[in-house]
């Protein structure tokens, strides 16, 4: 069975602009979750979304969006980049949901790094 | 508001020996708990867990203990071996909702 898998795996963008980032999860898992790491804060819970819709949020700012298609691959949006935007953002997948009753299986991860 | 804490952000031990991470938490409605290990240039991948309703899980060289009135869990490795060297968080959640992890402990085990 193919594992998560998230594209592109290294970003360099400038302040201001915007980037989509691609997760597609394992096979038959529904419930995608997105997460940003940054050295000192682990990994902050970004959203969940489970059969196309969003139903956990993090406290991101509205910048930070993401979607979910049919076919459960799900895409994360953040627009006018900052600085601090520069993390490694995971994509997780289960088969229902995101707490800790579901074994999470995570991508490698997008690396960020904003100029 | 940090809700899970892990105080070490590294932590060196000599093979063969035991490791011990640590991990605080201050939501007293956790009720699952999880540890997850992270190398370099990989995402994390799930170690072991334990309910709220136990206070102790082992698998294999991995023992979790949980104290709940401390607000504290623990993994142990015995015996620590190279390939353990990595990044070990902890992580908490109340039912179905969202994970909250710790801030990370890297491990370093010396041959």
């Known amino acids: 069975k193919a594992g998560v898998t998230q594209t592109p795996r290294y970003l360099i963008k400038t302040r201001g602009q915007q980037v989509t980032l691609s997760c597609s999860p394992i096979?038959?898992?529904?419930?995608v979750s997105w997460y940003q790491q940054t050295p000192g804060q682990g990994l902050q819970f970004l959203f969940e979304?489970?059969?196309?819709?969003?139903?956990n949020k993090g406290n991101f700012p509205g910048r930070f969006s993401g979607r979910q298609f049919s076919n459960s691959r799900s895409e994360m949006n953040v627009s006018t980049l900052e600085l601090g935007d520069s993390a490694l953002y995971l994509c997780?997948?289960?088969?229902?949901?995101?707490?800790?009753?579901?074994?999470?299986?995570f991508g490698p991860g997008t690396r960020l790094t904003v100029t | 508001d940090q809700q899970v804490k892990q105080n070490s952000p590294s932590l060196s031990v000599q093979e063969g020996r035991i490791s011990i991470l640590n991990c605080d938490y201050t939501?007293?409605?956790?009720?699952?708990f999880l540890w997850y290990k992270k190398y370099p240039a990989e995402g994390p991948t799930f170690l072991i867990s334990?309910?709220?309703?136990?206070d102790k899980n082992e698998d294999g060289r991995f023992t979790v203990f949980l104290n709940k009135s401390a607000k504290h869990l623990s993994l142990h490795i015995v015996p620590s071996q190279p390939g353990d060297s990595a990044v070990y968080f902890c992580?908490?959640?109340?039912?179905?909702?969202?994970?909250?992890f710790g801030t990370g402990t890297r491990l370093t085990i010396i041959p």
């Open positions: 997780a997948s289960s088969l229902d949901g995101t707490g800790g009753l579901y074994e999470q299986y």
């Open positions: 096979s038959g898992h529904r419930s």
């Open positions: 979304y489970f059969s196309e819709t969003q139903r």
């Open positions: 939501n007293s409605m956790f009720d699952y």
């Open positions: 334990i309910s709220s309703i136990k």
């Open positions: 992580a908490a959640s109340f039912g179905n909702e969202k994970l909250t």
